[in-house]
Antibody
């Protein structure tokens, strides 16, 4: 059974950094991209970026470039998302999700992690 | 930048058909998928490649995509279908989500 298990909730002060982990089970980690998506309270889904564990490399949404780092360790099937210079409006649930690529016929997310609540407050 | 537009809310009576739209420029030229998110839970894939249902998703969920609009249809809507629904597509190398539609079943 494919499953993504994320780290627990975090409380941070403005200006600090947070690092969220995403542990993958039930499939070959290097075979699929991992994406990060966040959801502010009462708001919609916002894509942050992706990693390619197979060939290396990452791609970030423009608004997070320079402030987010995405890393991974294939040997233990884990991905990390670190967000720096936190602001109060970074308070959100952060999700990782596995991409399924049909090879030119669409790409979608399945499954998603359980989410990690990050609260930024002074 | 590319945008996907969904109605903020849709209401339907149990047993009736619910239709949730997702609009974007030439959206029919892209592949669209849909996620269901119940309160306090992670999103779940309900439609991919415009029309396909993942294993375990009831047959009452269906999708279409043509022109500028993709549509998620729930036939014989049940109370358990009450949730937020998000469409998603790709534009260049970026993932785009619609703003989400709250489906109320009453």
């Amino acid at each position: 059974q494919v499953q993504l298990v994320q780290s627990g909730a975090e409380v941070k002060k403005p200006g600090a950094s947070v690092k969220v982990s995403c542990n993958a089970f039930g499939y070959t980690f290097s075979g699929n991209y991992i994406h990060w998506v966040r959801q502010a309270p009462g708001q919609g889904l916002e894509w942050m970026g992706l990693i390619n564990p197979n060939r290396g490399g990452a791609n970030f949404a423009e608004r997070f470039q320079g402030r987010v780092t995405m890393t991974w360790d294939t040997s233990i099937s884990i991905a990390f998302m670190e967000l720096n210079r936190l602001k109060t409006d970074d308070t959100a649930v952060y999700y990782c999700a596995r991409e399924v690529d049909s090879g030119g016929y669409g790409r979608w997310f399945d499954p998603w992690g359980q989410g990690t609540l990050v609260t930024v407050s002074s | 930048s590319y945008e996907l537009t969904q109605p903020p809310s849709v209401s339907v009576s149990p047993g009736q058909t619910a239709s949730i739209t997702c609009s974007g420029d030439k959206l029919g030229n892209k592949y669209v998928c849909w996620y269901q998110q119940k309160a306090g839970q992670s999103p779940v894939l309900v439609i991919y490649q415009d029309t396909k249902r993942p294993s375990g998703i009831p047959e009452r969920f269906s999708g279409s995509n043509s022109g500028n609009t993709a549509t998620l249809t729930i036939s014989g809507t049940q109370v358990m279908d009450e949730a937020d629904y998000y469409c998603q597509a790709w534009d260049s190398s970026s993932v785009i989500f619609g703003g989400g539609t709250k489906l109320t079943v009453l």
